[in-house]
């Protein structure tokens, strides 16, 4: 039995000798999240191949259920308690023809696991985590959702992405958290299995690279608040046989007239850990003339900065980021669905490819400032250009000075109050234009209807 399951096995048996103290049980709660989910992804040039999943449409409908279970925390100098999530998809519509997976990949369509070559008609997961508390430093052992600058738990479609490993915080220093863990697996957004971890360029299957996964990803890091309106943050993640990466940021809000001005600073260094440097298997993406299929080790630099003034409900925000190295920016990534801590990680593209130069805009209004609370609308538009890369063509040539820009809207309402509260209705719009080698410019819309219902 590994090591992170035996601890649980023991957490979880001195809880059960304790289910009956106070706090463990009049502290619980339990809630019901309830999530419609459409997508409708249509690949606006080039040609489908019958032979990969790169069908001019792809469009998915299900009913997602999210159950989910927080205990409070025994009596005692060694608290202890237990969560639990269970989450359950429905699929309502997903042809073939709209399904976008002729081959039946392991990683699925858009929303729903594969079942040979057709979207299965339901899945589901269940996932515990044992916890242990001593004054306010916290262990979490089972299932995680980090949402942390070098892990980021992605909820970008029907059900969310989960974790497994262990995790450690601390608040015992004032003004002061520390976070630590280690993650051995993940479970996709589209599937009910647990999986191992990778990144772009290596996860997948081809001629030349079977697919390559760990199970070891470490981070430490923590966020230090210098004032009440400033914090500064660093952290460290490390991809075994993958990469490296540190992390620096920093926040800060000023009052500047009627409005508040936030600015948000980050940088990553990200170098190459153990076979990546290498062994061609283990490489990622990026600029790489002449190594095979243009890819190699993990060599990157990116900084970027964020500003965003809101005034009478107005949001007005521009911003610009720097991706520096041979390769694009790592994170992890299984192949079927991630998210990265960028603030240039849009609907559809991130941004982040090796040389890459991306300016932002945007604007977004909350319309509780006119009497429409919970009514809210904003729009994003980014230009990124100067992308290094090579063209995936017989000669592999070197491509430079390539561009893509990406405009997204978002429409959102969540009903305030009355027998209705919490319902939510959201449109996401996403148009993304680029002229990248073998690649297809896309648009994209996606509507949700969302309801938490507390049950205790």
């Not at 997976?101 to 996932?127: H, I, M």
């Not at 190459?272 to 990622?284: E, K, Q, V, W």
């Amino acid at each position: 039995m590994k090591k992170s399951a035996l601890a649980l096995a023991v957490a979880l048996g001195a809880i059960v000798q304790q289910a009956g103290a106070a706090g463990f049980i009049e502290d619980s709660k339990a809630t019901l999240g309830l999530r419609n989910f459409y997508i409708n992804t249509d690949n606006r040039d080039g040609h489908p191949n019958a032979t990969s999943n790169t069908r001019s449409k792809n469009a998915e409908w299900g009913q997602g259920f999210d159950l989910r279970f927080i205990s409070g925390y025994t009596q005692g100098t060694v608290q202890f308690g237990v969560d639990a999530i269970g989450l359950y998809g429905v699929r309502l519509d997903s042809s073939r023809a709209d399904h976008g997976n002729y081959t039946g990949t392991a990683s699925g369509g858009t929303v729903f696991p594969s079942d040979g070559n057709k979207a299965v008609n339901d899945y589901a997961s269940l996932g515990v985590t044992g916890k242990v508390k001593i004054s306010q430093t916290e262990l979490k052992l089972g299932t995680l959702q980090p949402k942390l600058p070098v892990i980021v738990t992605n909820d970008g479609r029907l059900l969310p992405q989960t974790f497994q490993g262990g995790q450690i915080t601390t608040n015992d220093i004032k003004d002061l958290t520390l976070v630590a863990g280690q993650i051995e697996h993940a479970k996709g957004r589209n599937s009910s299995n647990n999986e191992g971890l990778s990144l772009g360029g290596a996860n997948g299957s081809s001629n030349y690279n079977a697919g390559k996964f760990v199970n070891k990803f470490y981070y430490a890091g923590g966020d230090y608040k210098l004032t009440k309106d400033l914090t500064a943050q660093y952290y460290y993640g490390n991809l075994e046989d993958f990469y490296k990466q540190h992390f620096l940021g920093l926040t800060h809000n000023w009052s500047i007239g009627p409005g508040v001005l936030k600015s948000d600073l980050r940088y990553f260094n990200s170098s190459d850990d153990g076979l990546n440097g290498n062994t061609s298997s283990y490489y990622t993406n990026g600029n790489y003339n002449g190594f095979n299929a243009g890819k190699g080790k993990v060599d990157n630099n990116l900084y970027s900065g964020l500003f965003l003034y809101t005034v009478a409900g107005h949001t007005f925000g521009g911003g610009y980021q720097a991706s520096n190295g041979s390769s694009d920016f790592p994170w992890l990534n299984q192949g079927d669905g991630s998210s990265a801590y960028l603030t240039t990680d849009m609907q559809i593209q991130k941004f982040a490819r090796a040389g890459e130069r991306t300016w932002q805009a945007r604007y977004a209004y909350d319309f509780a400032k006119v009497g429409l609370p919970g009514l809210t609308a904003g729009v994003v538009y980014l230009k990124g250009s100067s992308i290094d890369t090579i063209a995936n063509n017989a000669g592999r040539a070197e491509t430079t000075g390539q561009s893509e820009w990406e405009r997204d809207i978002t429409v959102a309402y969540v009903i305030p109050e009355g027998p209705l509260k919490n319902l939510g209705v959201a449109w996401k719009n996403a148009m993304w234009r680029t002229d990248l080698a073998n690649t297809r410019s896309q648009d994209e819309n996606r509507l949700i209807v969302s309801y938490s219902l507390p049950l205790f």
